[in-house]
């Protein structure tokens, strides 16, 4: 599956949730960006296509000012420095999911919250669809 860049797992997540549709369709759904580089070498952005299965309020407006993998990051709180955002005052008083396919550290997750807070939205939750080691949420 990886050399399917993750997207063939994506069937294995979602079609077995189908209250997603239900819970999540009065919200805007921020997608965390890959990298540029992967998104044009794939032609796709496996986490667009992951939320569209269950939405079609995506946000795409989180992106990364350069080109940055942070598996190959030593220090990935750093990505906070690389995250941005535009078109924000869409996410203005809505209901906003954050949507990541994997968390690993956290920090793209924290840093995108932190961007997402700026425009004041009614809430904010997030959505992983998995986790490395579940033993890092009892923190």
């Not at 906003?96 to 961007?115: E, G, K, P, R, W």
Request: glycine share 2%; with cysteine.
């Amino acid at each position: 599956y990886k050399a399917l860049d993750d997207y063939a797992l994506k069937d294995c997540f979602i079609e077995s949730f189908q209250e997603l549709k239900r819970t999540y369709k009065n919200y805007i759904i921020v997608v965390i960006p890959s990298s540029q580089k992967d998104n044009k070498r794939r032609g796709f952005c496996p986490n667009v296509e992951i939320v569209k299965t269950f939405s079609q309020h995506i946000f795409t407006g989180l992106y990364k000012k350069e080109d940055y993998k942070q598996t190959k990051q030593k220090d990935r709180s750093q990505v906070k420095k690389i995250l941005s955002i535009k078109e924000g005052n869409l996410l203005y008083k809505k209901n906003v999911l954050v949507f990541d396919d994997v968390i690993t550290s956290s920090n793209t997750l924290q840093a995108a919250f932190q961007q997402v807070e700026k425009y004041h939205p009614k809430q904010i939750k997030a959505l992983v669809l998995a986790c490395p080691h579940i033993d890092y949420f009892k923190k």
